[in-house]
Structures are given as structure tokens and as C-alpha cells.
């Protein structure tokens, strides 16, 4: 199987023509690592995969990989594969000879390659569909054997572009499962190209949060959610409030925005009147009206809201424990 391998974005831009799609980013993804590039549509995710997997040319900086310089390399060449959103499997070819097809290519003798082809589809739980076409299979199964073809080049990082998008909810959740089993077992990096905050939260071990071809964040899921660096990343990432004066804003999450009918001694910090609420299940969720403050939303647990509900309209008073409040980059 593949070494893993740290692969490093050094200064690493990507220019067409006047438009700047990806500007002088640096991440280091450690070797084994689940990662996702997460950020809105055009912030520059793509493109910044597509020049670590030699689809796209390097405007200035470098990529290396293991310590090899691998930016001018072809795609064969880099010790990277890609998995595209589309699955781009060849209709004309069988399961198994789409999966060995970049063996053929290579040279490889026709037992060698179907037998290895085969221990992929086993690896992806598809050894039952080995003989079949591609339009003889799912959508989920095509993804697994587009998975399967891609890890037979025996990657060290292996790249997905936004792999579960085509896929319905349910089958969402259950492959999103799945490709983080596999990274485990393969131990080499992943890096998921995703639009999807639930999804980044779910599957990574680092979150990159990209913005207009930069990297607004980089770390943890727990340290992006619980202490979003800057506004853009509090409001990207969801479920949190941002509040304060210019210069002196914080991020407060919504479940940790403590919400009372009664003013308590001395720590109300904030009055505001209770503008919608949504049953969630194992939440409530509390839109505000804090005056000049604006909007907040307060999550509340099923449990704490129900021993004492709160009607659309009651006057409330927020407090918030000091250290739940994270302060945000200007
Ligand atoms: P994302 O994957 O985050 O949606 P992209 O990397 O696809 O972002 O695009 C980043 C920026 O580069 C966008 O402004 C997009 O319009 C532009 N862009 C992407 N591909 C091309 C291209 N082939 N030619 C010109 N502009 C492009």
C-alpha cells in the first residue's frame, strides 16, 4: 500500500487571467489526515485541489509532497489521485476494467491488474458488481467504483471533489460514513472538497475554511466551530452569534446564549423579546429581537425549554458565561 505522506502549499496562486481564484495560500496537510477545504461557492476550493492533482497549472508557488517538489509534475507522476463529482467512469468498460484501467495503460499483465482491481472492489464493497456496466449501477454504487479506481494508483493523498453532492440525504450520511472507514484503513490523507459545513464537522480531522482564495481558518472541527477566528467564519460555520462593536466583536454560540424569564441579581447583560420559536426535536431554537444588538438566535435543549416554555413575544434576558464569548479578528 501507499507511504503516507505530508503534502505542503507553499505560497501556492492560481491566477486566470485578471481573476485571482487562489492567492498565495499555505496549509500543511499532515500525512494520514482527513481534511476538508470548506467555504462558499467561487471561494477558490476547486481549483486549489486541481493544482494539487495536476489538473490545473501552479500560477506562482509550490507544491510538495514527502519533501518532493511536485508542481510541474503530471497527475500519473505526483503520488496524488482524484475523484471527480461526476464520477467520470468509461460507460463502454465493465466494473472491473474501469477499475484496472490505469494498470492496463501502465502495462500491467491482464491477471496481475483484474486481480488487484478485485481486491479494490472488495476493499469498497463492491466485489459483487465486478462484471457489470456502469449504467447497470446506482449512483452510490458508481461513487464506489469510481473510489476503487482512483486508490488502485496507490496514492498517498487521495483528492474528492465534493464526492457526496450527487447523492441523496440519506445516502449522503452513509457513504460520508464510509470514506472516513476507508481513510482510517488506508491510512493516507484525504482532502474533500465540500461546500457543506455538517459534512467538514463530520468527517475531518483539520477543517481549512477558504474565503475569496484565502484561508480564513485552518484547525480542528472542534476549534473552528467552538472559537470561529474571524466574522466571516462564525457566520459560514453556523449556529453561532456574532456580536459587539467594530473592532470588538465576539462569536457566541447559540446554545451557549442562556436565556431567562426573570431578570437573576446582576448578570442580565442583554433584554430582548422572543420573535419565533422552532422545535427542533432534541432542540428548541429561539429567534430574538435585542433592540439595537439585532437579531440572535438561542438553541435551547428539548428538555430545559419544556420545563418552563417560552411563548412567541414574552420579554426575555440573555446572559452568557465571559469565556463562551470568542473574540473575532477585525
Ligand atoms: P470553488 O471550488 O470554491 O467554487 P473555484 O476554484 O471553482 O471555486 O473558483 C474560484 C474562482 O476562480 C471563481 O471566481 C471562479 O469563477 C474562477 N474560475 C474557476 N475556474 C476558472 C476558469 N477555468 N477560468 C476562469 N475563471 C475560473
Redesign the pocket.
Known amino acids: 500500500m501507499a507511504r503516507s505522506l505530508e503534502l505542503e502549499l507553499a505560497a501556492t496562486t492560481?491566477k486566470?487571467?485578471d481573476?485571482i481564484?487562489?492567492n498565495a495560500i499555505n496549509h500543511r496537510f499532515a500525512a494520514g489526515s482527513y481534511s476538508c477545504l470548506l467555504?462558499?461557492?467561487?471561494?477558490?476550493?476547486?481549483?486549489?485541489?486541481?493544482m494539487i492533482a495536476g489538473h490545473e497549472t501552479v500560477s506562482t508557488g509550490d507544491i510538495v509532497l514527502g519533501g518532493t517538489n511536485i508542481t510541474d509534475l503530471p497527475p500519473a507522476k505526483r503520488g496524488t489521485a482524484m475523484m471527480f463529482q461526476s464520477y467520470a467512469l468509461f460507460p463502454h468498460l465493465s466494473v472491473v476494467d474501469n477499475v484496472a484501467f490505469s494498470q492496463k495503460m501502465k502495462g500491467v499483465d491482464k491477471a496481475i491488474r483484474q486481480k488487484k482491481a478485485l481486491e479494490l472492489l472488495e476493499l469498497v464493497d463492491m466485489s459483487a458488481y465486478a462484471a457489470r456496466m456502469p449504467s447497470q449501477l446506482s449512483g452510490g454504487q458508481q461513487q464506489r467504483v469510481a473510489l476503487a479506481r482512483a486508490l488502485i494508483t496507490e496514492p498517498s493523498v487521495l483528492l474528492l471533489d465534493e464526492p457526496l453532492s450527487a447523492l441523496d440525504p440519506f445516502l449522503r450520511i452513509k457513504m460520508r460514513l464510509e470514506l472516513k472507514r476507508l481513510q482510517r484503513e488506508l491510512g493516507i490523507s484525504f482532502i474533500h472538497?465540500t461546500?457543506s459545513q455538517d459534512e467538514a464537522l463530520a468527517l475531518a480531522d483539520d477543517i481549512i475554511v477558504?474565503n475569496n482564495?484565502r484561508i480564513e481558518q485552518a484547525g480542528t472541527p472542534r476549534d473552528i466551530f467552538n472559537a470561529p477566528a474571524t466574522e466571516f467564519v462564525a457566520k459560514f460555520i453556523g449556529g453561532h452569534n456574532v456580536l459587539g462593536q467594530a473592532g470588538k466583536r465576539v462569536a457566541l454560540r447559540a446554545d451557549r446564549l442562556l436565556v431567562s424569564k426573570a431578570q437573576d441579581g446582576g448578570s442580565t447583560l442583554l433584554g430582548a423579546t422572543v420573535r419565533d420559536v422552532e422545535y427542533l426535536g432534541s432542540t428548541v431554537k429561539l429567534a430574538l429581537d435585542a433592540g439595537t444588538t439585532g437579531d440572535l438566535t438561542a438553541s435551547l435543549s428539548d428538555e430545559v425549554f419544556f420545563q418552563d416554555p417560552i411563548d412567541i413575544g414574552t420579554a426575555v434576558f440573555l446572559t452568557w458565561k465571559p469565556e463562551d464569548a470568542h473574540p473575532l479578528a477585525a
Open positions: 492560481k486566470y487571467g481573476t481564484a487562489v467555504g462558499p461557492s467561487g471561494c477558490g476550493k476547486s481549483s486549489t485541489l486541481r472538497v461546500h477558504m482564495g
